[in-house]
Nanobody, 117 residues
Framework: QVQLVESGGGLVQPGGSLRLSCAAS????????MNWYRQAPGKERELVAG????????SYANAVKGRFTISRDNAKTTVYLQMHSLKSDDTAVYYC??????????WGQGTQVTVSS
């Protein structure tokens, strides 16, 4: 069955870095646009970054541009989110999403990122 398993979250001080990973299985990873979303307490889920199926196109939310980098390894069926210069506003549960169309839209269980001193 389809699985998206996020890892790499944790507690980090402001200004620190984390690298999230999302290991995918159960579908043809290389055909899917991959996204990272996040949801902070009391807020709606928001799109953080996306990457095209072959990695030739990326997009970022304004709040993370210049600090976060999304990448993928289709051979390992894994997508990454490298996060630098983390701020308290980045505290959220981060979710991995695989999207092909409205019928093929998969989500991971999320990983907590907490930025605090």
């Amino acid at each position: 069955q389809v699985q998206l398993v996020e890892s790499g979250g944790g507690l980090v001080q402001p200004g620190g870095s984390l690298r999230l990973s999302c290991a995918a299985s159960g579908f043809t990873f290389s055909l899917y646009f991959m996204n990272w979303y996040r949801q902070a307490p009391g807020k709606e889920r928001e799109l953080v970054a996306g990457i095209s199926s072959i990695g030739d196109y990326t997009s970022y939310a304004n709040a993370v541009k210049g600090r976060f980098t999304i990448s993928r390894d289709n051979a390992k069926t894994t997508v990454y989110l490298q996060m630098h210069s983390l701020k308290s506003d980045d505290t959220a549960v981060y979710y991995c999403n695989a999207w092909r169309d409205s019928q093929y839209d998969y989500w991971g269980q999320g990983t907590q990122v907490t930025v605090s001193s």
